[in-house]
């Protein structure tokens, strides 16, 4: 079973649409959680970390649920400009804590 | 100002040679790692360093040779390069290793886009 596992999609959603992403982990001691963003043909970049009581950062929210060990995140008012790839990121505690295990990523085409 | 930067962007090379990839961060951080993002966008750690000390190695063929003369600079050497060695390697680093947080944001380079023919 992989670390992180997401639904790689593709999502298509017009302008101003909701959507969301899943993503379970398969590590229950793992302790810090991300989103990253990766444009096509670039690098990855982080967009947020995920907070055990959630968090929001405009129009970005997180959610972790330890307990499903399952993350989310929610993008309101869809722009343009959100169309990438967003990748799922934990880590690994122990000697290893700052290893990070990225999902796949799950692909979102946000159309006009 | 780059803060993690790479060299080369793009590196096509024959199969058998060897190549060099270079990494620097001007960030001031502790760990740096090397990864590799196939065909498939599947992002995998191959080496960490922190603090100049190797902390990861993954299954990587021993072709593979990480060397990282200061905290800045993280490189990566590649012998006999391979057709399956084709890929986006990305460096990265993080201001440490990990602490009672947890792991810290990985800032990551541009990529060095390889191509073996």
């Known amino acids: 079973r992989k670390e992180v596992e997401q639904d790689p999609g593709p999502f298509n959603v017009p302008e101003g649409a909701t959507v969301a992403f899943n993503c379970t982990y398969s590590?229950?001691?793992?302790?810090?959680f991300f989103w990253y963003r990766q444009d096509c043909r670039k690098e990855p970049k982080l967009l947020m970390s995920?907070?055990?009581s959630g968090n929001e950062d405009g129009r970005f929210t997180a959610q972790l649920n330890r307990a499903s060990q399952y993350i989310s995140l929610l993008i309101r008012d869809s722009k343009l400009s959100d169309s990438a790839t967003y990748l799922c990121?934990?880590?690994?505690?122990?000697?290893?804590?700052?290893?990070?295990?990225f999902g796949r990523g799950t692909q979102l085409t946000v159309w006009p | 100002d780059t803060a993690v930067s790479q060299t080369p962007k793009y590196l096509v090379t024959q199969m058998g040679n060897d190549k060099s990839i270079k990494c620097e961060q001007n960030l001031g951080h502790d760990t740096m790692y090397w990864y590799k993002q196939d065909s498939k966008k599947f992002l995998k750690i191959m080496f960490s360093y922190n603090n100049k000390e190797l902390i990861i190695n993954e299954t990587v063929p021993n072709r593979f040779s990480p060397k990282s003369p200061d905290k800045a600079h993280l490189n990566l050497h590649i012998n006999s390069l391979e057709l399956g060695d084709s890929a986006v390697y990305f460096c990265?680093?993080?201001?440490?290793?990990?602490?009672?947080?947890?792991?810290?944001?990985?800032?990551f380079g541009p990529g060095t886009r390889l191509t073996v023919l």
């Open positions: 990265a680093s993080a201001n440490k290793w990990g602490g009672a947080d947890g792991a810290d944001t990985q800032y």
């Open positions: 590590n229950s001691a793992s302790q810090s």
């Open positions: 995920v907070y055990s």
């Open positions: 990121v934990v880590n690994s505690r122990g000697s290893t804590l700052g290893r990070l295990y």
